[in-house]
């Protein structure tokens, strides 16, 4: 039970580290970036290869995956969403989906669809505690979800960059007006968001070992409804709706039905938009004209 | 030469042309009211000098220089401060931190100056500083529009309808700011429907009439101009 309660934790946090940069980009872009979860996919490569063909250290393939990441969230949106800043969101959602395909098919060339055996960055140990059993992997995505959430939630609240930001996601206009450069707002945005995919990539390989240039998708997509569960646009509306994700799956998994825990979880998910149409933590605001 | 000179401008909305080359200037120093009927081209007049509506046609020239094409959060560096139509704070923001971001481009070391003398500007805006903006009353918003503005400490103001939806007492607390505004030095051009209140502070004025300026003086004669009486005092 209590075991079971971690590892939802913990697959919950690499949920709620995705679904921050779904719910960052959507906040400030009001667009569905249908990359990002192929982002995470390149995340585990990066540091696959790091570690594998280059011998690196794990911290080295960490960084790594993160620096490449950041720049290509940063270079997706200046070639593929910038030009359609104006264009109608459908464009924008089909311009993502194809992206999406575009990274998949690029680590398709690039890596083949073989699968490749990750080697978990902090080792395959564990702590038994009673009938408690956590793995070192749990204990370290836990850990790092916390200070992600502490950092994040720090940047957006006290920094003027991270007021910038909510300025921005709030009213571009005028925020252009006070001097803040939105084309400026919106990759960093991104750059934080990719950033945060690869440390998610990494978490996620580490934990489920086996990579393949469509390791990204569903990851990308659970967490994506993560950040629509828990009210997207919201940073702790992501978190809880990660979290809660994480754990429903992992009980679904082991009390209910292997098979059908996808299913649970997005039958939880349809019962909570019908009660709460905007997310757990969502905001009730309406379109404004 | 004049501090802000608009010439012969040119702006669409697509295939709508809203602007159809209009000429003003303002000199340093002035209060300059820009008057007219609702849909006349006031907010995009307004909107084209700051950047965020790109002119077809025409210059804007700030200072001699020409900052038609500036990209939009460069122009508030220059010294040229909007305070929008209908306010536009940022609601979730609270009020302190909407006049921190007024004071975006400034050194970190001066805003806590400028937010001592913004606070004693509108002292309201003191008592509700930890409140967020959103939750103050419309007269409230137009304060912190107007605080947040002179955050960036203007050479030029820009006001768009500042009036606007505000019970009489409101009107008459923002037009008193107004004055003492221009009273310290910094030069107003503003846009209002209420056009007896805007020509009474004014030191000139333009009217605006769907994209083109028809009459244009001194502020005192164009009170008294039956045209305008008619057409704009409702009398
Ligand atoms: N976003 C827009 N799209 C299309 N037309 C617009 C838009 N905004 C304003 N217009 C048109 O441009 C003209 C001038 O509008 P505006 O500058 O808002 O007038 P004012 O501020 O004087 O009331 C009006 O005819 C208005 O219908
Ligand atoms: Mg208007």
Redesign the interface.
Known sequence: MISNLIAGISLGSIYAIIALGYTMVYGIAKMLNFAHGDVIMVGGYMCFCATFYLGLPPLAGVLLAVVVCTLLGVTIERLAYKPLRSAPALAVLITAIGMSYFLQNAALLLWTANPKTFTSIVGYGSIQMGDVHITHVAMVTIAVCVVIMVALTLFTNKT?MG??M??VS??K??????????NRTISLTFAIGSGLAAIAGVLLCSAYPMLVPTTGSMPGIKAFTAAVFGGIGSIPGAMLGGILLGVIEIFSKAYISQELSDAIVFAVLIIVLLVKPAGLLGKQVSEKV | MAMLEVKDLHVYYGLIHALHGISFEVNEGEVVALIGANGAGKTTTLHTI???LQAKGGTVVFDGQDITRK???????LGI??V?EGR??????TVA?NL???A??RPKGEVAGSLEEVYEWFPRLRERKNQAAGTLSGGEQQMLAMG?AMM?RPRILLMDEPSMGLSPLFVGEIFKIIEKVSAAGTTVLLVEQNAKKALSIADRAYVLETGTIGKSGKASELLNDDAIKKAYLGE
Do not use: C
């Not at chain 1, 206009?173 to 939105?182: P, Y």
């Not at chain 2, 990209?71 to 560096?77: C, F, S, W």
């Open positions: 003027k007021t910038a909510r300025a709030e009213d206009g005028a925020a252009q007006l006070m001097g803040i450069s939105v | 700051t950047g965020l990209p939009g959060h460069a122009i508030v560096r401060s909007h929008p536009r704070v940022f609601s979730n923001l931190e921190q971001m007024g975006y481009t947040r960036s």
